[in-house]
């Protein structure tokens, strides 16, 4: 069965710093992962997903995460981030075109 | 891409009474999965919706508690029964197709028991 570890419950980091969120999986022959977040009050929504080829996945507001299969990883990074971008950010994993198993998620607290 | 419609989007009930939440998808899809946030908590899977014939409950839910249906390829109801102020949570429909990578969540049912 497929699980995801999300190291950290809570990050803060200054507005405008760098912030890193760890995720771990469990290895399978074929793994789909995902990153998902979640606004305050708000419902969960798609951040980006790595299915194959490229390594380094990256979404629309600058975050990146990085495949590396040899460490069973899938970090979430930003370089700068923004009050905007505080969320809890849900790592998640899935066998192709089965159930989405999702970790216990971070809650980043940007600070002014 | 898929639109969910939940409802309802949220309640408050009696502790021992049951609540049925409807999921309606705008497309035919594949496969729907019933989840459950905690307050403060991450989605938890309860069980696979299936067509046709019984839901695959994830360990830790009975279908006694959570009788799920899914008549046709559109459409599948979560019943939470018995209910106890532990249910409350946000319970969130989730469905994907077999050729999609990803998966479309509705904005989930917010269940207050008291």
């Known amino acids: 069965a497929q699980s995801v570890t999300q190291l950290d419950s809570q990050v803060p980091v200054f507005e405008e710093a760098p912030v890193e969120l760890r995720c771990n999986y469990s290895?399978?022959?074929?793994?789909?992962l995902f990153w998902y977040v979640q606004y305050p009050n708000q419902g969960l929504q798609l951040l980006l997903k790595y299915l194959s080829g490229s390594t380094l996945v990256e979404s629309i507001n600058g975050f990146e995460a990085e495949f590396n299969k040899s460490q069973t990883s899938f970090h979430l990074r930003k370089p700068s981030v923004h009050i905007s971008d505080t969320a809890e950010y849900f790592c998640a994993v899935s066998d192709p075109y089965d159930k989405i198993i999702f970790g216990k998620g971070t809650r980043l607290h940007i600070l002014p | 891409s898929a639109v969910i419609s939940q409802k309802p989007s949220r309640d408050i009930c009696q502790r021992g009474t049951s609540l049925t939440i409807q999921c309606q998808v705008d497309s035919q899809v594949t496969m729907m999965f019933w989840y459950r946030q905690q307050p403060g908590q991450s989605l938890t899977l309860i069980a696979t919706a299936n067509q046709g014939s019984e839901a695959t409950y994830e360990s830790g839910f009975v279908i006694d508690k959570f009788p799920i249906s899914r008549p046709n390829l559109t459409f599948s109801t979560l019943t939470v029964s018995n209910m106890s102020p532990e249910d409350s949570s946000i319970y969130l429909c989730?469905?994907?197709?077999?050729?999609?990578?990803?998966?479309?969540f509705g904005q989930g049912t917010r269940l207050t028991v008291v």
């Open positions: 290895s399978s022959v074929s793994v789909y």
């Open positions: 989730s469905v994907r197709q077999q050729s999609s990578t990803e998966a479309f």
